[in-house]
């Protein structure tokens, strides 16, 4: 049986297993699978009836990072990210560039001439946060959404909702951090990317622990980056790198932590990759002021 016609594990949805349950014959994942006298069963069964085996952790259905599973749609919270991204992009038509402006990432300048300096380095840190969801135009914010429909719903999914979060916000503010410690001060920056690249290096350290075959996402990867680091300018790098790397190390913690210390490790990671980006901030900020 070839990969693509694999089952998915009925509660693991997206994780594909060739391992069926010997008594209900539902396909399990190896999260999911308790050994018993011949072959492997669903912890529904063990609980039903068999008793063989029974693991403590076979007691709830969980996702591949340890999470308990949700009830509902799966892509819950992939869906809210849109539609929160699309909300803020009407506001920013309807309202124009005073209100893009006020909350665009930018380190240090006056955003109308003559005026007060604003930004990060004055104290308007929220900026690190609200930039990750405005848009510099059509084409910028539904490139961004369908790539966050495209791979956020399946790590939403394998994940679960507390821990996919916390990848996408703290990768968004690991790209904020390092474009605001890298690019000009008075360098206005926004959009999702950030939080998105932080997506694909996750995508990437899943699809390795599941062993599928990476080579187009290493593709749309490799044209993601050329795009990056165009000639022509115009796209803040620093975010996209920032998000990469910070979602790639958060993702390979959440999926490679030992079961007995799994969240120690998975939140522990967080909070260093977090730590990471404060104390840049704090570094860039008195270097400007």
Known sequence: MDQASLPSCYRHPGVQTGITCTRCERPICPECMVSASVGFQC????????????????????????????????????????????????LQQAIGDSFTNAYSLIGYASMEIGGPPEGVAEGQWYRLVTAMFLHGGITHIAFNMLSLWWIGGPLEAALGRVRY??????????????????????????????????????????????????????????????????????IAWQAHIGGLVGGTVIAYAMVHAPRERRALVQWGTCGLVLLAAVVTVIARTAELT
């Not at 068999?50 to 709830?60: E, F, K, L």
């Not at 360098?187 to 990317?193: E, F, N, R």
């Open 43 to 90: 912890p529904e069964c063990v609980r039903g009836g068999s008793g063989t085996g029974h693991a403590p952790t076979a007691n709830q259905p969980r996702t591949m990072s340890g999470a308990a599973l949700a009830p509902g749609d799966p892509h819950l919270l992939t869906k809210i990210l849109i539609g929160i991204n699309i909300a803020v992009y009407l």
């Open 165 to 234: 979060l916390a990848l996408y916000f703290v990768s968004g503010l690991a790209g904020s951090a390092l474009t605001y410690w890298l690019a000009a001060a008075n360098q206005p920056s926004l959009g999702a990317s950030g939080a998105i690249f932080g997506l694909f290096g996750a995508t990437a350290v899943l699809m390795r622990k599941l062993k599928y075959d990476m080579r187009p996402l290493v593709a749309l990867l490799v044209i993601n980056l050329v795009i990056t680091f165009n000639p022509w300018g115009g």
